[in-house]
């Protein structure tokens, strides 16, 4: 089992507020759909396989990684691919604070700051075809993250996801629709 001091965990300090660095994995289909995961225990809580970044890992080997833990679905040529990281000019523009702290604010951290990665999944564009790639258990040592998988529109991602999470999310739409990817 991977075990890590989670306040050693990469992080970057904005305006004197202490993020923790999380990758994370942005999936589109052949159709532009985002693969979003039910979170285990939270029914109705979706969002984007994401985790902390490991010391050394770029934001792309770390969104890799947090997507095969989580759903099992590994990088293959032809199969699923990178298609880049996504980046901002603003480093605030992607971290969100978490209210009333949690174990991020024990651990020292007033949020998290995403890093994502866009990756592009073929031949899995129904929900059917998706989960039969998908093995939810919890790879790598970690305890499973989703109870089930699903496509939805990067607009409807925004809706579903943690409030605190969607004006990140959104502005990585706005990012991954300039680049033309969606």
Not at 43 to 59: R, Y
Not at 77 to 99: H, N
Not at 156 to 175: G, L, M, N
Request: net charge negative; hydrophobic share 35%.
């Amino acid at each position: 089992m991977l075990i890590r001091l989670l306040s050693k965990m990469p992080h970057i300090v904005v305006d004197g507020k202490r993020y923790r660095k999380c990758a994370s994995a942005l999936v589109i289909n052949d159709h532009g759909l985002v693969l979003v995961g039910e979170r285990v225990g939270k029914p109705g809580s979706w969002n984007m396989p994401q985790g902390g970044m490991d010391e050394g890992e770029t934001p792309a080997q770390a969104a890799s990684r947090e997507l095969y833990e989580e759903t099992g679905i590994k990088l293959s040529e032809g199969k699923c691919e990178l298609v880049s990281e996504i980046k901002s000019d603003d480093k605030k523009t992607f971290c969100y604070d978490v209210p009333g702290g949690g174990w991020l604010g024990k651990e020292g951290f007033d949020g998290q700051c995403f890093e994502f990665s866009l990756f592009r999944l073929h031949n899995a564009n129904t929900n059917e075809e998706l989960n039969s790639l998908a093995n939810l258990k919890g790879l790598n040592g970690e305890p499973a993250e989703f109870s089930q998988l699903k496509w939805l529109s990067f607009e409807d991602v925004i809706k579903t996801v943690w409030e605190v999470k969607r004006p990140a999310y959104q502005a990585c739409y706005d990012v991954v629709k300039k680049m033309g990817a969606i």
